[in-house]
């Protein structure tokens, strides 16, 4: 008999991380052995609905109804493809103490049901309500489901609390709304549920930011005139596939004279000899992000693009000095140079150039930390958050600048450091 027949009682074990601190983080093969206790997705699982369970508990509303597709994956453990990240066709539905509900596009709700056997088979349905406004409205597919799902929230006994919405259609909201449901925001509470990472999880972003060592040094080694951006966006990607990554998000690769200001993209630019060029790389393996910068120079480097590279590192190391459980987000951001004094009108126009970003199912998670929002209103790092911190230089030459960033976990004392490829000094690829 499917287990997932009946409901699953989650055990306070199910909550507890598994974190083990002594030694370096492992980065175990990416395959499953009978050899090493590697990814145990059973306990990723169980870990992961456990805190959603418990951040709705603590929170005002009794359900949550989420469009999101990294909470659908969070809670459900369900993906069907990069393709529908944008297309906002799947919903999941966690109320009270049931089993969460799938709708999913047409036959993967019959692939749930067949191979997702930690799922309850009657909860996973077939379903889609506007994608994106392409089925309007008044075909009545959103009334249809507002009105199901508020049936099912009534029958767990909710239908008095208010609902945890992260992000819908608009329509949706009104459909939502007109079939009784008091709409609340719910993404806030998913994202306290993600903040902190299990074993499992803190493995799988250091398997990605693995991949990501790798192509760097293929990337140091291709670094030379006569390559354009794109060819090492080609080659990257190629690499990860091959690599077994599940989503090349975007490559930035930026050089010369378009490295101030950054524009966060590529195109067909050539490298050029003397060139700074820096590099972003953001990606998944089985579902779990890297943004991982690195910046290089092509052949030789001057006296102020070398400075560029020494004022970033100096900024990166000091906050990564500073990251250990309990300290607050501010005193953070407040060790990285003011926007003015790189030449910005104000601490939003330079949004994104010092930086930390939460990583997990999604590339910004909690914690976010800028001069712009942690001054004011900090945030208490805490053991087993991973996140990722950038900084930014531009070099007196004008045009020149240097990008770094490292990805972190927060460990019981302090914080490792999972992106390894070598970044102390600016490296020269190909040096003349």
Not at 194 to 218: C, F, P, S, W
Not at 239 to 245: D, K, P, V, W
Not at 265 to 277: S, V
Not at 335 to 363: D, I, K, R
Request: charged residues 25%.
């Amino acid at each position: 008999m499917n287990q997932a027949l009946t409901p699953r009682i989650l055990q306070p074990g199910d909550m507890d991380p598994n974190w083990r601190w002594e030694g370096r983080l492992p980065a175990w093969g990416h395959t499953a052995v009978d050899f090493e206790r590697r990814v145990d997705h059973d306990r990723l699982r169980r870990y992961r609905l456990s805190r959603a369970k418990d951040a709705l508990k603590k929170s005002e509303c009794g359900s949550l109804l989420l469009f999101d597709v990294n909470n659908i994956r969070y809670i459900s453990g369900t993906k069907i493809g990069e393709w529908e990240r944008d297309k906002m066709c799947r919903f999941c539905l966690l109320t009270g103490d049931d089993e969460p509900y799938v709708w999913d596009f047409g036959s993967a709700a019959v692939h749930h049901k067949k191979y997702a056997d930690w799922l309850n088979p009657e909860h996973c349905r077939a379903g889609v309500v506007g994608m994106r406004g392409t089925i309007p409205p008044s075909f009545g597919l959103m009334k249809l489901y507002a009105e199901e799902i508020a049936g099912l929230i009534r029958d767990a006994g909710m239908s008095g609390m208010p609902v945890g919405v992260d992000y819908a259609e608009t329509a949706m909201f009104f459909a939502l709304q007109e079939a009784g449901i008091n709409v609340v925001d719910g993404q806030q509470i998913m994202l306290s549920a993600r903040e902190i990472k299990n074993t499992d999880e803190i493995q799988l972003l250091t398997q990605a930011a693995a991949m990501v060592d790798g192509v760097y040094h293929m990337i140091y080694e291709e670094l030379k005139p006569g390559i354009r951006e794109n060819d090492i966006v080609a080659m990257s990607n190629k690499m990860l596939y091959e690599m077994g990554s599940d989503d090349v998000e975007a490559i930035n690769a930026i050089s010369g004279e378009r490295c101030n200001p950054h524009p966060h993209n590529f195109t067909d630019r050539y490298f050029r000899p003397g060139d700074q060029a820096f590099f972003d790389i953001l990606q998944s393996y089985q579902g779990y992000r890297t943004c991982y910068y690195r910046t290089f120079n092509i052949g030789r480097a001057t006296p102020a693009q070398n400075d560029a590279y020494v004022k970033c590192r100096e900024w990166l190391d000091a906050s990564i000095e500073r990251i250990k459980p309990g300290v607050s987000t501010d005193k953070v951001a407040e060790v990285w140079p003011t926007a003015e004094s790189l030449g910005f009108p104000n601490e939003l126009a330079a949004f994104g150039l010092q930086f930390g970003h939460g990583l997990g199912l999604a590339l910004h998670e909690r914690p976010i930390i800028s001069r712009a929002v942690s001054l004011d209103n900090p945030m208490e790092i805490k053991t087993g958050m991973v996140f990722a911190l950038e900084t930014y230089c531009p070099a007196a030459d004008g045009y020149s600048a240097a990008r770094i960033e490292e990805e972190v976990v927060v460990t019981d004392t302090g914080c490792e450091v999972i992106s390894l490829f070598p970044a102390e000094e600016l490296p020269i690829a190909n040096r003349y």
